[in-house]
């Protein structure tokens, strides 16, 4: 658009650009909406927006502008003397919201007589408030800890009946805190795998007060294991890595999601059920008739990339990590849980090791299954059809067939709720 002063504009989602100068000679100089944040007086500088129109003439001046977009109206500064330098917009929203909410978690808060509340939102990413919805700062401190960085725009928050919990879930991003929202962990789920909305069980005798044991649906490609039954993968010299008790289909799933995040490498696995139902890791090996035993070897697949647990930015509530004109703000690191549900690691030596967040390598998506996944105390993973239930392990579905995991391995989670 140009205005009738002969500047010239142009707008995206990627913001809005002012050209004084003449649109072959000129310099493209991007607009900005500032805010200040209530708590920290933090200053940011935000250019992106997703802006839908250009309207000149606004205001009855020659050379005033509006922009709008999805997130509300912004205006050229006509009262400034030097518009040549002023790109700062006026907003024109007041204290109002052009969100919408996604699905929000309400969870028991901190402080006497509070809820904290976290929703995912189109647009933008998740925003959380700490003062039952009056104020929306979102993750702007230390103590808010880490933030929402890699969610974006979709998903949904859910609360957990009357507790601290809250869990953020999008494709493969499940995120959990036991703060109400504040300093998320991030688990990203395998095998181009979506989950759906959760569910918690209840107490006996209670509506709202959660037993500890959560269940979601799922979609997800099936794992690219054989498996060989009667068959025993013998490890070479000092290349086993012990993983502890499972069941069958439980030491398929642990291997397979340890080497997905890059806990551990390896391309054949056993799991010893006619004896003490341990699995082993091993690069290869080699094969050797063992009633009871079934080994998993890894079908040809091009060379794994670990799965990264990132957290950058934080969502744009007021001081959540957000787009600037000279960067983005960025949120903290968290610690890494292996289980969709109310739990707390238990350390040994074959726990996997805390990832601090950075943003992701992999791309969401839905996998090619059609299977439902139950996870209490575990992480279920489901495709092909199959239905895979976990409690307190890490269980695999494929091909149609059912898995029923139970009883946490070392180094797994266990379920622990409100006392």
């Not at 205001?59 to 509006?66: K, M, T």
């Not at 700062?137 to 809250?166: H, K, M, N």
């Not at 991003?173 to 109400?180: E, I, K, P, T």
């Given at each position: ?87 700062r917009l006026v907003s024109g929203n007041g204290d109002m919201s052009n969100n919408i909410i996604m699905h929000p978690s309400i969870a028991m808060g901190e402080e006497p007589h509070t809820r904290y509340l976290v929703t995912a939102l189109w647009d933008w990413g998740p925003v959380a408030s ?290």
């Amino acid at each position: 658009a140009i205005d009738r002063t002969g500047w010239y504009y142009v707008g995206s989602e990627a913001g809005i650009y002012r050209n004084a100068g003449g649109c072959r000679a000129g310099k493209w100089e991007a607009m900005f909406d500032r805010r200040i944040a209530r708590r920290t007086g933090a200053v940011r500088d935000r250019v992106a927006h997703d802006f839908q129109a250009i309207n000149i003439d606004f205001g009855g001046d020659p050379g005033g502008v509006a922009f709008g977009s999805d997130q509300g109206v912004f205006m050229k500064n006509v009262s400034d003397a030097d518009m040549r330098t002023n790109l700062r917009l006026v907003s024109g929203n007041g204290d109002m919201s052009n969100n919408i909410i996604m699905h929000p978690s309400i969870a028991m808060g901190e402080e006497p007589h509070t809820r904290y509340l976290v929703t995912a939102l189109w647009d933008w990413g998740p925003v959380a408030s700490w003062d039952n919805g009056t104020h929306w700062p979102s993750w702007q401190t230390a103590d808010d800890g880490s933030a929402l960085g890699f969610f974006g725009e979709g998903g949904g928050c859910f609360g957990v009946g009357r507790s601290v919990y809250s869990l953020c879930i999008h494709h493969h991003n499940v995120a959990r805190s036991s703060r109400g929202g504040k300093n998320f962990s991030r688990f990203v789920v395998p095998n181009g795998a979506s989950v759906g909305a959760p569910a918690f069980a209840r107490r006996a005798g209670s509506r709202a007060e959660p037993s500890g044991l959560i269940y979601a649906p799922m979609t997800m490609e099936a794992p690219a294991w054989e498996v060989i039954v009667d068959t025993e993968v013998v490890c070479g010299a000092g290349e086993a890595i012990e993983l502890g008790a499972h069941t069958r289909d439980g030491c398929l799933a642990r291997v397979d999601i340890g080497l997905q995040h890059g806990w551990h490498t390896g391309a054949a696995a056993v799991w010893r059920g006619a004896t003490d139902s341990s699995c082993t890791l091993c690069a290869a090996g080699s094969p050797r008739h063992r009633e009871g035993a079934v080994s998993f070897v890894r079908r040809a697949r091009p060379a794994l990339t670990p799965i990264g647990h990132g957290g950058e930015g934080g969502g744009d509530g007021e001081g959540g990590g957000e787009l600037t004109g000279a960067g983005a703000r960025r949120g903290g690191g968290g610690e890494m849980h292996d289980a969709l549900t109310l739990t707390q690691a238990v350390p040994s030596k074959s726990s996997p090791p805390a990832k601090s967040q950075r943003e992701p390598t992999g791309g969401s998506g839905s996998g090619d299954g059609g299977g439902t996944a139950a996870g209490g105390g575990g992480l279920a993973a489901a495709g092909g059809g199959g239905l895979a239930t976990a409690a307190g392990g890490l269980a695999t579905a494929g091909g149609g067939g059912t898995v029923e995991s139970y009883g946490p391995g070392p180094g797994m989670a266990q379920p622990v709720g409100p006392e």
